[in-house]
């Protein structure tokens, strides 16, 4: 009778787990699109819920629109759109402060760090919340400003419509230069301990160092889900059921881009450790760093 032995299983070592790591943040996003879809899945509902105030509001101004648009009255329309920016802007505050739990969770999920959901996004609710709103304050107020100042522009100013085209090009253009200074500005609170003064100041000065890429990403999200959300119900719908699904993957992206910025112009210097965090490092990276 012949023998075979069993194949002898082999031990992961500290050094095996070093080596499974992605090699660069283009190979953490899609291992964790490939590996942690229902963490990611969890993380972006647990983000909707916070937008849920805002997404009744919206809504409810459409039906209004719907009926106010009907009748022709301009006056009415305006009306319906200035108290209804009016009541978003708390609810876009809540929404923030669920997205410095987003931003938190995200760095540890590209950091490659143990995980517990619904315990890591209410800490980084807990330690950022005060970012966070302010974040909201100024998002939603360079809103208002765009959908207030840009339709009282249409309707009502008496000016060359050249001129109206410069002071719409100046809305918009304040809007995304705010938008994505609150982008950056989550990444570095969740990041490093700074006040939201010193926080705001270099999310300027990152903004300028990432324009493009953070642009990019902006206009193909957060700028197509502002722009559905002002036809009808139906493209409401969608970009809200966009947003609930994919926020996620949204922040995962803002947070890899940022902290390879971070790790550039902050950490090369400051924190040699923090350089290329959650990414596969050779014996000649780690020997530098120490």
């Known amino acids: 009778m012949g023998y075979v032995m069993k194949k002898e299983e082999r031990h992961i070592t500290e050094e095996d787990v070093k080596k499974s790591l992605p090699r660069n943040r283009k190979e953490v996003f899609f291992d964790l699109l490939k590996n942690r879809k229902m963490n990611l899945f969890a993380f972006s509902c647990y983000t909707f819920i916070f937008f849920i105030p805002l997404a009744v509001d919206l809504f409810y101004f459409n039906f209004l629109e719907t009926a106010a648009i009907a009748t022709g009255n301009n006056d009415q329309l305006f009306s319906l759109l200035f108290y209804s920016m009016l009541i978003m802007l708390p609810c876009m505050v809540i929404g923030f402060i669920g997205l410095a739990g987003s931003f938190y969770t995200a760095k540890k999920m590209v950091w490659q760090e143990g995980l517990s959901l619904a315990s890591d996004f ?59 200074v609150t982008v950056i500005n989550f990444t570095q609170c969740v990041y490093y301990e700074n006040s939201y003064g010193v926080t705001l100041k270099n999310s300027f000065s990152f903004l300028g160092l990432l324009n493009w890429k953070i642009l990019v990403i902006y206009l193909l999200t957060t700028g197509v889900v502002v722009t559905l959300g002002l036809f009808n119900l139906i493209t409401l719908t969608i970009g809200l059921l966009l947003f609930a699904i994919t926020n996620s993957l949204v922040v995962i992206l803002y947070t890899l881009i940022s902290h390879s910025a971070f790790d550039k112009y902050i950490n090369k210097e400051h924190y040699p450790s923090m350089v290329n965090k959650g990414l596969y490092k050779d014996e000649s990276q780690i020997n530098k760093e120490a």
């Open 122 to 180: 209410f800490q980084g609710i807990k330690e950022n919340w005060k970012h966070a709103l302010l974040n909201g304050v100024i998002f939603g107020l360079a809103l208002f400003g765009l959908i207030i100042g840009g339709t009282y522009l249409i309707l009502y100013a008496p000016i060359h419509a050249v001129v109206k085209g410069i002071g719409l090009g100046a809305l918009i253009l304040f809007f995304l230069v705010f938008g994505m």
